[in-house]
């Protein structure tokens, strides 16, 4: 019966044959593009989805209701480039999946939304506790 040792490692040492095929049946790192994309983080005020990519499969997703939304292109918080406020969520997703041919700007991945009844107040609340905890606003509400 083997043993495990030092950080969970196993005491037994492998034959010559079980080395060989422990490196051929190792599996590659998962790419970053597969990893979860980052939680927004509120300061409990809103309920915020599970961020989802942009895609045309993933319109059924959103909800035709006033809401806050942040648009991210990668996978740390600081990745979201913008925080806004808008009366109907679905347009607002219906924009970004056409405007994703638009080079000029930064290209968001990741969609995730909270319902509102104010959406231009929260997103103004929202854009703030970014600005508090990371020292700058979102990229695209920076106001360049």
Known sequence: M???GKRGLSTTKPSQGQRAAGFAAS???PSLDKRPPP???SNGGLQWS???AITRE????VKDQPGVYALMAG???TDIIYIGGTKDLLSEYIAELSARTNIERPRAKYFCYAEALTPYEEAQ???TLFKRRHG???MLNSGF
């Not at 993933?58 to 997703?61: M, R």
């Open 50 to 52: 599970e961020p989802f």
């Open 27 to 29: 599996a590659p790192e």
């Open 58 to 61: 993933n319109k059924a997703l």
């Open 75 to 77: 996978h740390r918080e």
């Open 39 to 41: 939680r927004v983080q």
């Open 125 to 127: 609340k929202e854009i």
């Open 2 to 4: 083997a043993g495990f």
């Open 136 to 138: 700058h606003k979102p």
